[in-house]
């Protein structure tokens, strides 16, 4: 039996785990056996760029936490070496991120689950979901159309002014 110090840092670490998991918009956890330091060390510069937390977790612990919130489902890939990356931000970017890395290291990184706002994803919802922009990608394009319209009604209402035959009077003075 463990001491109660011991212990007690094994329930802290799970009560930080359960609040990261239900304050996530999105995680995967991930088998990362084989990847070297400078691999890792590039992962998690990128991971901390996009705003996604990344750490290596302890299987039996994590499983207490997940059990926690009711993602039973996961237990079954809470083996062998495991981290977790999760966002609260930009839901999309460990899933992004995560795929990049998987494609260049081959079958040294693989993703093992996936979850989003609590809900166990399947492997090809992983897969859509790592070949969608990022959220600063979308709001870009958004501004870019928003700044396209703007400048169409512009013109246009630039032409009907000329056509009408200029501004009126009072608003040239």
């Known amino acids: 039996m463990p001491n109660a110090k ?18 996530a918009s999105a995680g ?5 056996q084989g990847i070297t330091v400078a691999e890792d060390t590039a992962l998690r510069t990128e991971m901390r760029k996009e705003g996604v937390d990344y ?29 977790l990356a999760t966002s609260t ?10 795929s990049e890395y998987s494609k260049k290291l081959n079958d040294r990184f693989n993703v093992k689950a996936a979850f989003m706002e609590g809900k166990i994803l399947s492997e090809q ?16 394009k958004l501004a870019g159309s928003l700044n396209a319209i703007m400048g169409g009604l512009a013109v246009c209402l630039s032409e009907v002014v000329e056509k009408m035959g200029g501004a009126p009077a009072e608003a040239a003075e």
């Open 6 to 23: 011991v212990l007690s840092e094994k329930q802290a670490i799970v009560e930080a785990l359960v609040e990261r998991i239900q304050g």
């Open 28 to 32: 995967i956890l991930v088998d990362y």
């Open 55 to 83: 750490s290596v977790v302890k299987n039996t612990l994590t499983r207490i936490a997940i059990d926690k919130l009711g993602m039973k489902e996961l237990d079954s890939v809470l083996n062998g070496s495991t981290s």
């Open 89 to 98: 931000e930009d839901p999309i970017a460990p899933f992004r991120i995560i």
């Open 125 to 140: 919802e992983i897969a859509e979901l790592s070949t969608l922009t990022s959220k600063n990608d979308l709001y870009a």
